[in-house]
C-alpha cells in the first residue's frame, strides 16, 4: 500500500529557532517521487520541493533543507532560522509512476511565534 | 502563476440537489486532479485524469464523478450531495515528464451542504 505519515499534527516554536518537519513514505514503487508543499493562511497550495527515488542527495534552498533518506523511508523537512512568515501548514506527497497518482500526507501546521 | 481556476469558488447548497465543480486551465497540462481538503484528513485524492476521456478514482471517489471532454476542462460532480461532502475542493493541473508529479493547484472551492 501506498501511504504517506505526517505524524506531527501541529508543532508551535518561536522565531529564528530550527524546526524539522517529519515526513515517512510507503511504497512497493521503486521509482517514485516525493514533494513538500506549503499552505499559507490565505489557502493556496504552494509547490517547495520534488526529489525522485533515485536521488538521494541532500538539497538546501536557503533557509530550507530536505533529508531523503531511502533506508528509513524519510524524506524530513528543515527550516533553520524560522520566521513568522513560515507559519503554514506543510504537506508531505508521493507520486508513484506506476498509476499517476500523487498521494498526501494529513499535513503539519507549524505556528512560527515571534 | 500556472493559468487553473475553479468555479465557482463558493457555493451552499442543500442535501439531495446535484453539484458541479469545474476546473479549468490554460496551460494545456495531461494531467488533472481533484482533492477534497478536510481538517485532520489533509488532502485526499477524489479522482484524476490522464488525458481526454480518461479518467481514474483515487482515494475517495465514492460520492462523486468526474468528466473530461477537453483538455482544459476536468468536472468534479455530486450527483446528491450529503454533508458528508461539506469541503474545501482543489483541482490541480500537471504537465509529467520532466515536471512529473508538480502540480499546480487552483484557488479551492468551498462547498457547503445544508
Known amino acids: 500500500a501506498?501511504?504517506?505519515?505526517?505524524?506531527?499534527?501541529?508543532?508551535?516554536?518561536?522565531?529564528?529557532?530550527?524546526?524539522?518537519?517529519?515526513?515517512?513514505?510507503?511504497?512497493?514503487?521503486?521509482?517514485?517521487?516525493?514533494?513538500?508543499?506549503?499552505?499559507?493562511?490565505?489557502?493556496?497550495?504552494?509547490?517547495?520541493?520534488?526529489?525522485?527515488?533515485?536521488?538521494?542527495?541532500?538539497?538546501?534552498?536557503?533557509?530550507?533543507?530536505?533529508?531523503?533518506?531511502?533506508?528509513?523511508?524519510?524524506?524530513?523537512?528543515?527550516?533553520?532560522?524560522?520566521?513568522?512568515?513560515?507559519?503554514?501548514?506543510?504537506?508531505?506527497?508521493?507520486?508513484?509512476?506506476?498509476?499517476?497518482?500523487?498521494?498526501?500526507?494529513?499535513?503539519?501546521?507549524?505556528?512560527?511565534l515571534p | 502563476d500556472a493559468g487553473i481556476t475553479q468555479s465557482p469558488r463558493h457555493k451552499v447548497t442543500e442535501t439531495g440537489t446535484p453539484v458541479t465543480l469545474r476546473c479549468h486551465q490554460t496551460e494545456n497540462h495531461r494531467y488533472m486532479y481533484w482533492y477534497r481538503q478536510d481538517p485532520g484528513h489533509g488532502l485526499r485524492l477524489i479522482h484524476y485524469s490522464y488525458g481526454v476521456k480518461d479518467t481514474d478514482k483515487g482515494e475517495v471517489s465514492d460520492g462523486y464523478s468526474v468528466s473530461r471532454s477537453k483538455t482544459e476542462d476536468f468536472l468534479l460532480t455530486l450527483e446528491s450531495a450529503t454533508s458528508s461532502q461539506t469541503s474545501v475542493y482543489f483541482c490541480a493541473i500537471s504537465d509529467g515528464g520532466a515536471n512529473t508529479g508538480e502540480l499546480f493547484f487552483g484557488e479551492g472551492s468551498r462547498l457547503t451542504v445544508l
Not at chain 1, 22 to 51: A, H, M
Not at chain 1, 66 to 86: R, Y
Not at chain 1, 94 to 107: A, E, H, T, V
Open chain 1, 2 to 112: 501506498q501511504k504517506v505519515t505526517q505524524a506531527q499534527t501541529e508543532i508551535s516554536v518561536v522565531e529564528k529557532e530550527d524546526v524539522t518537519l517529519d515526513c515517512v513514505y510507503e511504497t512497493r514503487d521503486t521509482t517514485y517521487y516525493l514533494f513538500w508543499y506549503k499552505q499559507p493562511p490565505s489557502g493556496e497550495l504552494v509547490f517547495l520541493i520534488r526529489r525522485n527515488s533515485f536521488d538521494e542527495q541532500n538539497e538546501i534552498s536557503g533557509r530550507y533543507s530536505w533529508n531523503f533518506q531511502k533506508s528509513t523511508s524519510s524524506f524530513n523537512f528543515t527550516i533553520t532560522a524560522s520566521q513568522v512568515v513560515d507559519s503554514a501548514v506543510y504537506f508531505c506527497a508521493l507520486f508513484m509512476n506506476r498509476d499517476d497518482k500523487i498521494i498526501f500526507g494529513k499535513g503539519t501546521r507549524l505556528h512560527i
